[in-house]
Structure formats: C-alpha cells, structure tokens
C-alpha cells in the first residue's frame, strides 16, 4: 500500500478504536455478526493469556498463526494445521477468523496444541495487542483476506506471512484495479503466495505481484478426506440418525441462502408427489434459522431440527441447525442441491464437498467463485447447472428414474473430485522453509 494511503488508513484505526472500546460493552450485547467476541476483536483477551493457558509448560514452543475467514476456510485451516501436526510437530498454533460460525466449527474440532480466536480489527492498537498476546513465528493467510496494518505489523517485526489456497474473483479484480498500486505493493509483502489455479496467478500479476513470490497449487477445500474405505459406514450413520427407511431417498439442500428456499420448498412438494423423499435443508448462516422456519410453517411443512434428531424422525423436512455437519452430512444423500447459486446476488459454494461422496451435484447458474469447479463437473457428468427450478425438478425425475444415468452421475462426481485433491500436499511441500526453527 502506498504510504500516504497506508497513514491515512493507520491515522484513522487509530482514532476510531478508542471510541470501539468505549462502546464495545453495548456493541457485544448486539445480535450481529461483528458483535460476537467484540473485545477479542479488539486485541483483548482476558486475564488469561491465551497461550499460556493453552499451554502453561511450553511458552517457548513457536508458534504459527493461521487466519481462516470462515466457515470454509476454517475447513482448510483444520486440514493445514492437522497436516502440520503430523509432519512437522512441535508447535503451537493460533487460528483466527472473522464470524461466530468460523469460530464455533474450530471450537468444535481444534486439535491439541490449538486454540482459536476472533480475529483484530485492522486498527493498530487492535493489532499491536493481538501479536503482542500472540507473538507468532510464522502467519498463514487463507484465502485473501488482506488486513494491511496486521500484514505490515508482522513484517515490521520479521514475521513470515504466507498467502495459502490464493484467489481473485473477477469481481475483485475490477475493484482492485483501482488501487493497483497500492494492492500490489500489499501482495509483494508476502514471503509466498500459493494461489488455486492459473487464472488466478495471472489476476495477481495484472496488479503487479512479481512472479518469483507465486506458485500455482490447487485448492485446500478439495482435499476434505473421502475415507474411502469408511464411506459406506459414514452414510450409514448419517441416515440412521435421520430415520430413513430403505426406500425412502434424501434430497439435501446445502448452504441456501436467503430467498433459495422460497425457490426450492415447491421443487421438494411436487418431487414428493411421485417419489418417498425426504428433504434436508441447511442454511448457510445460522442467525436466518427463524426465517426459514417461519417458511415452512406459512407453507405448512413440519420439520424437525437436524440437532433433536436420534434415529426416529416424524416429519419429511429437516432443518439442519448445526455448525459443521453438512461436509459429511452429504455422504447420506441422494441428491444433492449446492446453494448460494441461485440468485444474481450470489455466487456459489464448494461442489466438490458433496461430489466426494459420489452422488449427482445440482446448482444454480451463479457460481462465479466456483465457476472452474462447476465447470469440470458439468464436464464430467456428475454436477448439473440448474438455470431454474423446473429444469432442476426435471433433473431430480431423470436420475430418480434411470439407474444406468444416476450411477454414471455418481461415478462421475466422485472420480472428478478424486482427481483434484493434492493441493494440500503441495502447499505444505511451498512452507517447509519457513517453518520455525
């Protein structure tokens, strides 16, 4: 970033987080997003100092900090510092992230040796006390998330920052232009940035990212683990707490947003007229739990939530209310409906998270950040683009009554999500270097 942009970003952080502080008792009784652990997002942390108390015997250990935006990339973080742990031990790790859904899923599964917290506002008081709490050896972004204070704090102290799973929208470019300078000088920052695919690589060069920082490595959110030899047993397990019959077949709708549920409930009423189905549905966002609720009573749907759930099931609608469940909640599907792709307003979630479990994966038209991954399903013939709900109703009908067309569905969606793992391997081959000593 350029100086005076950069002083002038810093000069009004600066002013700004005494006023955060003042209000932040009323800012964390809000029911919003940036309210959730508001004093950790100010660099506050409590009487007890994170890392010590994650560790009181072993203050020396270096440790990596690891920012995952959320819920997706803290699926990628988990995976990393997992991989971590195994090849390279002896360290300590700090995952931070930006959403109450983020911070929920890292809770539920940090490994040992791992804790998490709200990420610092980009404000420098704010930053100052979280590497002061943290004093990390190494930061790992991922995805692009780009906090210019934090970054240029970390540098100013010799800290590493590296840039993992990379990528750049179209939409983003654009934007970036604007500032192409003072974006670049901010990329040229990282040690190493190892973006997704090519397209991306030539995106960060137009704004000037100098060649030998980049590397092309593929996508972390693809290596979630297929447990190949466990599929069967995972399935089992999910339609068992379901309280599927045999017979009956499970359409799961995954990370709907608001106005796609309005859009899907009719599809899943005329699909139950001519076949036993059931439909799991699960919002991407938690806080909209109420308004999807309330559309299915004005449309006179019971349902039950996912979390009540223990083998017995009274309704054919289930509200998934938990964080973290739907990767593997796919494996007990026979459709599958990836959301955020429906409206002009949106742009799409990971196909490949449900193409893993061998099963056809429908979405709607506006995946612009998962365009290359819907793309080599469309190709392959396991994922469908649905560009309204009449030709998604007719796909249902068409894999529901051929069984020669579904399983050549199934196999084409394993086999091509199969075919994109790797990523994480590579990533991990890139950091070696600047790993602490």
Known sequence: MRPLLLDIYRFTGFCVYPLARLAAPLISALPRRIAYNFFQRLGTYGSDDILTALSPTKTDTPVIWVHAASVGEMQAALLLVSALQQDCGGYRYVLSTTTKQGSQLAESRLPQGACCIMAPLDMPQAVQRAINAIRPALYICLETELWPLLLHSLQARNVPVLLLNGRMSARSLRRYRKIATSI????????????????????????????????????????????????????????TRLGLAEHEQLLICGSTHGGEEALLLPV???????????????????????????????????????????????????????????????????????????????????????????????????????????????????????????????????????????????????????????????QMIMLQEFLPE
């Open 268 to 426: 899943f009423k005329e699909l139950s007229q001519t076949m036993p189905l059931v439909l799991v549905l699960a919002p991407r966002h938690q806080e909209r739990l109420a308004e999807v609720e309330a559309l299915l009573q004005a449309q006179s749907l019971a349902y039950e939530r996912y979390s009540t759930l223990k083998g017995i099931r009274r309704t054919a609608v289930v509200l998934v209310d938990t964080i973290g469940d739907l990767a593997d909640l796919y494996s007990a599907g026979d459709f599958i409906f990836c959301g955020g792709s429906l409206l002009p307003r949106l742009s799409g979630h990971n196909v490949m998270e449900a193409a893993r479990w061998g099963r056809p994966v429908y979405f709607g038209p506006h995946m612009k950040d998962w365009r290359d991954a819907a793309d080599l399903l469309i190709s392959a013939g396991g994922g469908f683009q649905a560009n309204d709900m009449v030709a998604l109703s007719a796909l249902i009908n068409r894999h529901a009554a051929s069984a020669e067309e579904y399983e050549q569905a199934c196999t084409a969606a394993r086999d091509t999500a199969a075919s994109q793992r790797g990523a994480l391997a590579r």
């Open 184 to 239: 670049g000088a901010l990329l040229n920052g990282f040690s190493k940035i190892a973006l997704i695919s090519q397209r991306d690589l030539e995106r960060f060069a137009e704004l000037g990212v100098r060649p030998e920082r980049m590397v092309v490595a593929g996508n972390i959110k693809f290596d979630l683990p297929f447990a190949d030899e466990k599929a069967d047993a995972i399935r089992s397990a999910h339609r």
